[in-house]
Nanobody
Framework: QVQLVESGGGLVQPGGSLRLSCAAS????????MGWYRQAPGKQRELVAS???????NYAYSVKGRFTISMDNAKNTVYLQMNSLKPEDTAVYYC?????????WGQGTQVTVSS
């Protein structure tokens, strides 16, 4: 059974940085893609960034140039480096994994950007 465990959320001041990590367990074959979504109160869940097994990345327009996604294939772990954080980045961030034709989600980690 595939499980995703996230870490790294918290409270940070505007302009600060955070690094999220998500480790996948129960993986036997190669992961197709991993990524991060977020959901702010009263809003729909949206894609933040994704990375496929070949290394190609995709970012939401609102985070381009500030966030960087990377993946350690050997550890089945995806990272999201978030710099220059803004109050509008406040949300619950969910890890996502595409594996063997199925989608898997983490439990979510809260990121709050506030002074």
């Amino acid at each position: 059974q595939v499980q995703l465990v996230e870490s790294g959320g918290g409270l940070v001041q505007p302009g600060g940085s955070l690094r999220l990590s998500c480790a996948a367990s129960g993986i036997i074959f190669s992961i197709s893609a991993m990524g991060w979504y977020r959901q702010a109160p009263g809003k729909q869940r949206e894609l933040v960034a994704s990375i496929i097994s070949g290394g190609r990345t995709n970012y939401a327009y609102s985070v381009k140039g500030r966030f960087t996604i990377s993946m350690d294939n050997a550890k089945n772990t995806v990272y999201l480096q978030m710099n220059s954080l803004k109050p509008e980045d406040t949300a619950v961030y969910y890890c996502w994994c595409r594996y063997q034709g199925n989608n898997y989600w983490g439990q979510g980690t809260q990121v709050t950007v506030s002074s």
